[in-house]
């Protein structure tokens, strides 16, 4: 093993040697070439695969981009105009001939974005279950991506505390969710950020980022923190032996903050490279799955991919894909600068409390599947504010919902039940505040009645320090859909798993109950309970709580972990 670490770095060495010097140029009159390696003996993810394995939608991110599209084998060499080589899902080590092919034409100042999965785990592929042989931390790849960029590969398993032996069967049930880096800010990831757009992957692996090296600077691009590097390749189902069980072992798993994407760019080669520790979040039927209207099911997917494209071409920053027009812009960062003519509700100049906590003005707004609402106060509220809420949901003069939310909780009540938390309600606090509410609590016909801000630290049944008054106020409704359907703390999730264009979400665990939505393959929910039996799963978003047969979904979690629901 050793001996062929230092032949791979010593062949890295005498390319750069001698190829170092030379610098690509691109003509701005011509189309970028961006060339996608393909091929049988790597089994790599192919552009010519319309189904859920394939990355036909990631070549159509770069052609909108402006790029001309090609796919190559093994065997042939990269034309000289390529600005862009692409290599997705390759289920074995790169052979030393591809990998000098990449190396020269990075050495040239030609740009790379790379997706691969973690070795050892079971992948699920047209031609039956396959284990990945993917590049290990030590390979020619691995020693090439650290030395000249920063960027370490490492022999990783991302798992949750909730999966199982049982979840490592293959890459469906493998799925988590990543979110975008702060920390380090980058355009790339700007939007995600500002609108907390998550990123799903499958069966991930974590990679290291060194920010700046002698002649390089690297920026992690997502992350998760909920998630442990998994080291031992025995946790995988085996056919001749028992697996070792799956638990984090603090002297060899990774933890802490692990990163699962990161870009690079050489300052002395000009070349720039993307590498993500997964691949199906940039396939067809993952991460790049469409919803039934035609738009991403994961827009935090689609955009990651396309900026990422869109830095490789390096093009105008201006002219880098944004968060579409149909989908709710709100950064939830209690300032109300992004509510452009969203209506006033409630409006009272007067000063009649205490400044944190005398309400100006409120206004209110819902898409499908969230209620918005921004408080504005004399002086910035405090931590300590708790804001009540009554609703109206029969439009019959009753209160029917009574909803107190702090920055650390959200809870409703009514007449027959008290304290129910509402895991994916939100308060953030700024200049004022700004909530997001869940529609299946709110319901889509709810009038607020009253608003009220008062003390956390003071005892519920004391008067509020300040309201908004009795008028009703009926709440607008925009025509944009939330970008995020599912808020939920983290926990068991589940995917939609069918061949035909849409499954049935119910409003009981049986196959006469009424059907609340239809839900397309691919899209997620969280796991809130499972029948005794668990032949149904009972699943939720912003919009509905509901029931799924067990046939019909991917859990990545055992049934053992699933509370039973009340059905």
């Known amino acids: 093993m050793m001996r062929r670490w230092h032949l791979s770095l010593m062949l890295l060495v005498l390319v750069a040697g001698l190829l170092l010097p030379v610098r690509m140029g691109y003509a701005q009159d011509t189309p970028p070439v961006v060339v996608f390696i393909e091929d049988t003996r790597l089994r790599t993810a192919s552009l010519l695969d319309q189904g859920p394995d394939g990355i036909t939608q990631l070549e159509q991110v770069f052609k909108n981009l402006g790029a001309t599209t090609r796919w190559l084998k093994l065997d042939e060499p990269l034309p000289e105009n390529t600005q862009v080589v692409v290599l997705i899902r390759p289920l074995t080590a790169l052979p030393t001939t591809l990998l000098a092919r990449i190396w020269r034409h990075l050495a040239r100042g030609g740009h790379l974005l790379l997706a691969m999965d973690p070795s050892g785990l079971p992948t699920v592929r047209g031609e039956g279950t396959v284990t990945t042989q993917t590049d290990a931390m030590n390979s020619g790849l691995g020693i090439l991506l650290n030395l000249f960029y920063g960027i370490q590969l490492e022999n990783t398993l991302l798992t949750e505390p909730w999966f199982a032996n049982s979840t490592l069967t293959n890459q469906n049930t493998t799925f988590l969710t990543t979110t975008a880096e702060t920390v380090v800010a980058h355009p790339v990831t700007a939007p995600l950020a500002q609108f907390s757009l998550p990123v799903q992957t499958w069966g991930a692996r974590s990679i290291h980022v060194e920010p700046f090296g002698t002649s390089n600077y690297a920026t992690p691009l997502i992350y998760t923190e909920t998630a442990y590097g998994e080291t031992n390749t025995r946790v995988f189902p085996q056919r001749n032996r028992d697996s070792d069980p799956l638990e984090f072992n603090v002297n060899a798993d990774a933890q802490g903050r692990l990163f699962v994407g990161a870009l690079a760019e050489n300052t002395v080669l000009h070349s720039r490279v993307v590498v993500f520790g997964d691949s199906e979040m940039v396939q067809n039927g993952y991460g790049m799955a469409l919803d039934l209207d035609g738009t991403p099911l994961y827009p935090g997917n689609q955009l990651l991919i396309a900026r990422s494209a869109a830095w490789l071409l390096e093009l105008p920053e201006d002219t880098w894909p944004t968060l579409g027009s149909n989908y709710t812009q709100l950064a939830l960062d209690g300032q109300a600068d992004e509510w452009g003519d969203v209506p006033t509700l409630f409006e009272d100049p007067a000063d009649d409390a205490a400044a944190n906590y005398d309400i100006q ?19 910035a509220p405090t931590h300590d504010t708790r804001l009540s809420l ?136 969280a796991v809130t309970g499972r029948t005794a039996l668990g032949d149904w799963i009972q699943v939720s978003n912003g919009a509905y709580t509901g029931w799924m047969a067990d046939f019909l979904v991917y859990l990545n979690s055992p049934l053992s972990n699933i509370l039973i629901a009340t059905e």
């Open 390 to 525: 009554d609703l109206e949901t029969t439009s019959d003069g009753v209160i029917d919902l009574t909803l107190l939310i702090t920055p650390d909780q959200a809870i409703w009540s009514n007449q027959t039940e008290t304290r129910v938390p509402i895991p994916d309600g939100q308060l953030v606090m700024g200049d004022g505040i700004e909530v997001r509410l869940p529609l299946r609590v709110v319901t889509e016909g709810a009038v607020i009645s009253n608003i009220c801000l008062a003390d956390s630290r003071v005892a519920e049944s004391m008067p509020p320090i300040d309201c908004a008054g009795e008028t009703p106020g009926i709440i607008p409704v925009v025509n944009t859909e939330a970008p995020v359907e599912v808020y939920f703390p983290p926990g068991p999730r589940a995917t939609v798993t069918t061949l035909q264009a849409s499954v049935n979400i119910r409003t009981a665990p049986n196959s006469d109950a009424g059907v609340i939505d239809l839900a397309p393959h691919g899209r997620l929910f």
């Open 361 to 379: 003005a409120i206004r209110a707004f819902r898409d499908d599947s969230f209620l918005y609402l921004t408080v504005e106060t004399t002086g």
